[in-house]
């Protein structure tokens, strides 16, 4: 299968600092990648759906300005948690699909903890 | 909207037995269903993927089912090891979606397989 690459796999921030995550297609080029969050104990949930070179879209609930999501090649998109808060602690993952792919490959995920 | 429920919650099971895990989505118009299994604070591990088209997937030990009419899948595990214990997701693609990436996920099944 296609390989998505996800980095960092931990983080730990201090509140009200900024943290990026990089997802990246290592042998495919993804014109879609997802990302979700998953909470302690909860299931993942869809945070926000980017197309290369378009603006992302978020789901109900999601903060843009406080997620900021670029897609800005056809094998790296990035989730920037800008001003980050103890409870915005979680497991990120990304997913990815390209155009002659019948599926979303994922990541490893990013567990971020928010001091 | 699409929703997907899991059941059991957990399963706790002597190694060697077989074990069903069930899945129910409401929304039935989908390409696919797909089915993961995710180690403690890691990321997911794709494990079967059954397309609209078909009724089953099999992957060694493991056969996943699908019946669109009914909104039910199943994943059948043969022979259980304490290796497979985990916890298991089904994830669906959401409600009118024409998007493979955008998915929504169960709750999962806990499977604990003990020597």
């Known amino acids: 299968g296609a390989v998505v690459s996800q980095h960092p796999s931990w983080v730990i921030c201090k509140s009200g600092t900024s943290v990026k995550i990089e997802c990246r297609s290592l042998?495919?080029?993804?014109?879609?990648m997802f990302w979700y969050r998953q909470f302690p104990k909860q299931s993942l949930m869809l945070m926000a759906t980017?197309?290369?070179?378009?603006?992302?879209?978020?789901e109900q609930g999601v903060e843009k300005d406080k997620f900021l999501i670029n897609h800005a090649s056809l094998t790296l998109s990035t989730l920037t948690v800008t001003s980050a808060h103890p409870e915005d602690s979680s497991f990120y993952i990304c997913?990815?699909?390209?155009?002659?792919?019948?599926?979303?490959?994922f990541g490893q995920g990013t567990r971020l903890t928010v001091v | 909207k699409q929703e997907v429920t899991q059941i059991p919650a957990a399963l706790s099971v002597p190694e060697g037995e077989n074990l069903v895990l069930n899945c129910s989505f409401t929304?039935?118009?989908?390409?696919?269903l797909q089915w993961f299994r995710q180690d403690p604070g890691k990321g997911l591990t794709s494990l079967l993927l059954?397309?609209?088209?078909?009724r089953e997937q099999t992957s060694g030990r493991l056969n996943a089912s699908l019946d669109k009419s009914s909104g039910r899948s199943t994943l059948y595990i043969a022979a259980s090891q304490p290796g497979d214990s985990a916890t298991y997701l089904c994830?669906?693609?959401?409600?009118?979606?024409?998007?493979?990436?955008?998915?929504?996920f169960g709750q999962g099944t806990i499977l604990t397989v003990h020597p």
């Open positions: 929304d039935s118009a989908i390409y696919n």
């Open positions: 980017s197309n290369e070179g378009s603006k992302a879209t978020y």
């Open positions: 059954i397309q609209s088209s078909q």
């Open positions: 997913s990815a699909s390209g155009m002659d792919l019948s599926e979303a490959f």
């Open positions: 994830a669906a693609p959401n409600a009118g979606g024409t998007s493979y990436g955008k998915l929504t």
């Open positions: 042998d495919f080029q993804a014109t879609t």
